[in-house]
């Protein structure tokens, strides 16, 4: 079944422990993004890739990393959390170009104490 | 400034019957207009994709109108269903490196027995 998977789902750590949230998708895409989402704010984008060892920032990079170092995973790093990156965190991938579809994972739930 | 405004923030409406969602937008170069269904705690989940030669595209009760010169979009769900309840997002992509998406803050539905 074409999917994105994230892990973990649901996440509660505390201010400056490093955290990692996986991304994979099995659809051989070439673009990925990872996006964040707070009440009244909408989706917002972090960062994307548009392929192997590309990427670039979004709207709201700042106190998040990302590598892409295979096709299929996006790893989203969070070097030192703090309480303002409590959100629901999504994945998601498509193929390159205008128009294609583009398919969200299940998201994370993080809190940060 | 790129941005997608969508009203209403959130309607209540009662099973079997129909409504309208609008979308105003303001992003340039426009590439295409997508909305998508999410529901609560889930990845949204793609509906309709519009390019700028398209007036309406329909996926089964879910009907999309595009007015590139208005920089209008609706979306016309009919005969309402219970399953119908989610959060709907309009989400506009505009030209440039990576094909950015710019999102809709969403209209929150919710369909009443």
């Known amino acids: 079944e074409a999917q994105v998977t994230q892990n973990p789902r649901y996440l509660i750590t505390v201010t400056g422990k490093k955290l990692t949230v996986t991304c994979s998708q099995n659809m051989n895409h070439e673009y990925m993004s990872w996006y964040r989402q707070d009440p009244g704010l909408g989706l917002r984008q972090i960062y994307y890739s548009m392929n192997v060892e590309v990427t670039d920032k979004g709207d709201v990079p700042e106190g998040y990393k990302v590598s892409r170092k295979e096709k299929r995973n996006f790893p989203l790093i969070l070097e030192s959390p703090s309480p303002n990156q409590t959100s629901l965190y999504f994945c998601a991938s498509r193929e390159q170009g205008a128009g294609h579809e583009q398919y969200f994972g299940p998201g994370t739930r993080l809190t940060v104490t | ?113």
């Open chain 2, 1 to 113: 400034k790129n941005q997608v405004e969508q009203s209403p923030q959130s309607l209540i409406i009662l099973e079997g019957k129909n409504c309208t969602l609008q979308c105003n937008y303001t992003v340039s170069p426009f590439s295409n207009l997508r909305w998508y269904k999410q529901d609560t705690g889930r990845g949204p989940v793609s509906l309709t994709i519009m390019t700028f030669s398209e007036n309406t595209k329909s996926n089964g009760r879910y009907t999309a109108t595009l007015d590139a010169d208005t920089k209008q979009s609706s979306l016309h769900i009919t005969a309402s269903q219970l399953s119908d309840s989610a959060s709907y997002i309009c989400v506009v992509s505009y030209k440039r490196a990576g094909n950015m998406l710019t999102f809709g803050g969403g209209t929150r539905l919710m369909v009443k027995p």
